[in-house]
């Protein structure tokens, strides 16, 4: 256990060096966070209230979902998949640590720098122009609860995707293809309280809503008390599933390994 | 005229080579479309909650989510390949295309072309014919030439933007998030009418980054409704000036950053 936290410290410092590509991220995140916060707006010009979210939620959802994309690792990296494509891969496999855990270890270490210099900023700046709303003490304890459980669920989304390169040699298609599934019944585009009511309960029905649309609704304080322990459940499940399918697949894939060359 | 000879070659080469990774290019080629899908989706679950959205309806925003995707997708598919020359800043293998005579953002844009992106484009070209049917457009000759004239400076628009904004990454190489911004936030931008932004986003959005052009002006003309800002409706049919003078400020700039490279090989 020690190890990995190791890797997340590490990855923690490795990260925190790119300075101007996070002013960058955090620019276009706030952009992206007034675009969508103005269409949303539109949507409460013809009416108050859509699925138990009034204008303000809303609004706080987008910049809190624009601050918690990078920390949850939402894009199509190829880090994992990178090392399988190239051969790499076998060096990892033959030391003593556990494959998965390592790369959870990076994904904690990502998600600790980035909900700190990614997820503060677009808030603060889209707090400066909209009435935004912030969580009590006790919601917001409850959604760091959430998010740490948020960020197991998209790491084992992440992982379970990029072994799919074992099969397919150039992964980025289904790599894409995963995330953008996932970004969109997630609720990163729209609050998912907007869908059609059938396609809500897809989304609620799949692992996605609870990498993000589940965390943000405890910022909103949309669960009381008696409420919260069934959403930590759901995360916890999916999270569980996800890790747990993650090993089977690479169970299946090191049978296939042919590395070329002495 | 010649360049354009060595674009189709290289254009071709990069085709054949994709087509030797079939399921990846298929599963590519679905994902970009389904990027479009989405985009779509939003708007479609938004006009499940309202039936209007700043006074249009939904038949004319799908015409804007059309004007707005299809030039989008024919930027994706031919310039926006622009966007690697950070990475190739960062490896040092910029300098390569500075030694081939072909110019440099012809061969980078030809090198990295991949068809898969055509995705983008398809979906959208289906939701502008429908939407050109089913909205109340005062169909005359001038609204045709309009059409046309828009999807092409709409096209040459998005390209202006997405050179300009990738020729940051000459002065600061880990910048590609800021060019985002204005490349995927100027298609969701456009795909909705401004009227429902901001008063300085909107004159943001004429004046500066002149991505109203795209999409709103046009079809607010096509549609006989007011333009905002106090503006008359010929506004609309200052879009091909617009583009040229956007394609004229992206050379420029361009031309300005490719003379600033300093290359980071030895």
């Given at each position: 256990?020690?190890?990995?936290?190791?890797?997340?410290?590490?990855?923690?410092?490795?990260?925190?060096?790119?300075?101007?590509?996070?002013?960058?991220?955090?620019?276009?995140?706030?952009?992206?966070?007034?675009?969508?916060?103005?269409?949303?707006?539109?949507?409460?010009?013809?009416?108050?209230?859509?699925?138990?979210?009034?204008?303000?939620?809303?609004?706080?959802?987008?910049?809190?979902?624009?601050?918690?994309?990078?920390?949850?690792?939402?894009?199509?990296?190829?880090?994992?998949?990178?090392?399988?494509?190239?051969?790499?891969?076998?060096?990892?496999?033959?030391?003593?640590?556990?494959?998965?855990?390592?790369?959870?270890?990076?994904?904690?270490?990502?998600?600790?720098?980035?909900?700190?210099?990614?997820?503060?900023?677009?808030?603060?700046?889209?707090?400066?122009?909209?009435?935004?709303?912030?969580?009590?003490?006790?919601?917001?304890?409850?959604?760091?609860?959430?998010?740490?459980?948020?960020?197991?669920?998209?790491?084992?989304?992440?992982?379970?995707?990029?072994?799919?390169?074992?099969?397919?040699?150039?992964?980025?298609?289904?790599?894409?293809?995963?995330?953008?599934?996932?970004?969109?019944?997630?609720?990163?585009?729209?609050?998912?309280?907007?869908?059609?009511?059938?396609?809500?309960?897809?989304?609620?029905?799949?692992?996605?809503?609870?990498?993000?649309?589940?965390?943000?609704?405890?910022?909103?304080?949309?669960?009381?008390?008696?409420?919260?322990?069934?959403?930590?459940?759901?995360?916890?499940?999916?999270?569980?599933?996800?890790?747990?399918?993650?090993?089977?697949?690479?169970?299946?894939?090191?049978?296939?390994?042919?590395?070329?060359?002495? | 005229?010649?360049?354009?000879?060595?674009?189709?070659?290289?254009?071709?080469?990069?085709?054949?080579?994709?087509?030797?990774?079939?399921?990846?290019?298929?599963?590519?080629?679905?994902?970009?479309?389904?990027?479009?899908?989405?985009?779509?989706?939003?708007?479609?679950?938004?006009?499940?909650?309202?039936?209007?959205?700043?006074?249009?309806?939904?038949?004319?925003?799908?015409?804007?989510?059309?004007?707005?995707?299809?030039?989008?997708?024919?930027?994706?598919?031919?310039?926006?390949?622009?966007?690697?020359?950070?990475?190739?800043?960062?490896?040092?293998?910029?300098?390569?295309?500075?030694?081939?005579?072909v110019p440099a953002l012809l061969h980078l844009s030809a090198s990295e072309f991949a068809?898969?992106?055509?995705?983008?484009?398809?979906?959208?070209?289906?939701?502008?014919?429908?939407?050109?049917?089913?909205?109340?457009?005062?169909?005359?000759?001038?609204?045709?030439?309009?059409?046309?004239?828009?999807?092409?400076?709409?096209?040459?628009?998005?390209?202006?933007?997405?050179?300009?904004?990738?020729?940051?990454?000459?002065?600061?190489?880990?910048?590609?998030?800021?060019?985002?911004?204005?490349?995927?936030?100027?298609?969701?931008?456009?795909?909705?009418?401004?009227?429902?932004?901001?008063?300085?986003?909107?004159?943001?959005?004429?004046?500066?980054?002149?991505?109203?052009?795209?999409?709103?002006?046009?079809?607010?003309?096509?549609?006989?409704?007011?333009?905002?800002?106090?503006?008359?409706?010929?506004?609309?049919?200052?879009?091909?000036?617009?583009?040229?003078?956007?394609?004229?400020?992206?050379?420029?700039?361009?031309?300005?950053?490719?003379?600033?490279?300093?290359?980071?090989?030895?």
């Open positions: 256990m020690r190890l990995y936290v190791e890797v997340a410290r590490r990855t923690y410092a490795r990260i925190s060096t790119y300075r101007s590509a996070t002013v960058a991220g955090v620019f276009t995140n706030t952009v992206f966070g007034f675009l969508l916060a103005y269409i949303l707006l539109a949507v409460y010009d013809e009416r108050g209230d859509v699925g138990g979210f009034d204008a303000i939620d809303a609004v706080t959802f987008v910049f809190v979902a624009q601050g918690l994309l990078m920390v949850l690792g939402m894009f199509d990296d190829t880090e994992i998949a990178d090392r399988i494509r190239t051969g790499d891969v076998i060096v990892d496999l033959q030391r003593p640590y556990d494959h998965q855990a390592w790369w959870a270890g990076v994904s904690y270490g990502k998600a600790l720098y980035y909900v700190v210099f990614r997820g503060v900023p677009p808030f603060v700046v889209g707090a400066l122009v909209f009435h935004l709303r912030l969580p009590s003490p006790g919601n917001a304890l409850a959604f760091a609860v959430s998010v740490a459980l948020a960020v197991g669920v998209a790491f084992g989304w992440r992982y379970l995707l990029q072994l799919s390169a074992f099969w397919l040699l150039d992964v980025r298609g289904a790599n894409q293809l995963g995330w953008l599934t996932a970004q969109f019944l997630s609720g990163a585009f729209l609050p998912i309280v907007f869908f059609p009511g059938w396609l809500e309960s897809v989304s609620r029905a799949l692992p996605f809503a609870s990498m993000l649309q589940l965390p943000v609704e405890v910022w909103l304080g949309q669960y009381d008390a008696g409420d919260l322990p069934w959403v930590y459940a759901q995360q916890i499940a999916w999270g569980v599933a996800l890790v747990l399918g993650g090993r089977y697949a690479m169970s299946r894939a090191v049978r296939r390994v042919v590395v070329q060359g002495g | 005229m010649a360049s354009l000879g060595v674009w189709r070659h290289l254009v071709g080469a990069r085709i054949r080579a994709d087509w030797q990774y079939r399921t990846s290019f298929f599963l590519f080629l679905l994902s970009q479309t389904a990027v479009a899908c989405m985009d779509l989706a939003v708007v479609a679950s938004i006009f499940s909650q309202v039936d209007s959205l700043a006074g249009w309806s939904g038949a004319e925003v799908a015409l804007l989510f059309g004007l707005s995707g299809v030039p989008f997708g024919l930027a994706d598919l031919t310039i926006s390949q622009v966007e690697s020359a950070s990475r190739h800043i960062k490896a040092g293998t910029f300098d390569l295309f500075l030694l081939r005579p068809l898969r992106r055509a995705g983008r484009v398809l979906q959208p070209a289906v939701v502008l014919v429908i939407a050109l049917v089913v909205a109340p457009i005062d169909w005359s000759v001038e609204t045709v030439a309009l059409l046309l004239v828009t999807l092409v400076s709409g096209t040459l628009i998005f390209g202006s933007v997405w050179v300009v904004t990738s020729s940051i990454a000459f002065w600061t190489v880990e910048s590609q998030e800021v060019a985002n911004a204005f490349t995927y936030g100027g298609s969701l931008a456009t795909s909705y009418p401004i009227d429902l932004f901001a008063t300085w986003m909107r004159r943001l959005l004429t004046f500066l980054v002149p991505l109203a052009f795209v999409a709103y002006f046009p079809a607010a003309r096509m549609l006989g409704r007011d333009q905002p800002l106090g503006l008359p409706s010929s506004v609309a049919w200052a879009t091909p000036f617009v583009a040229i003078a956007s394609v004229l400020a992206a050379r420029a700039v361009w031309a300005l950053a490719v003379r600033h490279h300093r290359s980071t090989g030895s």
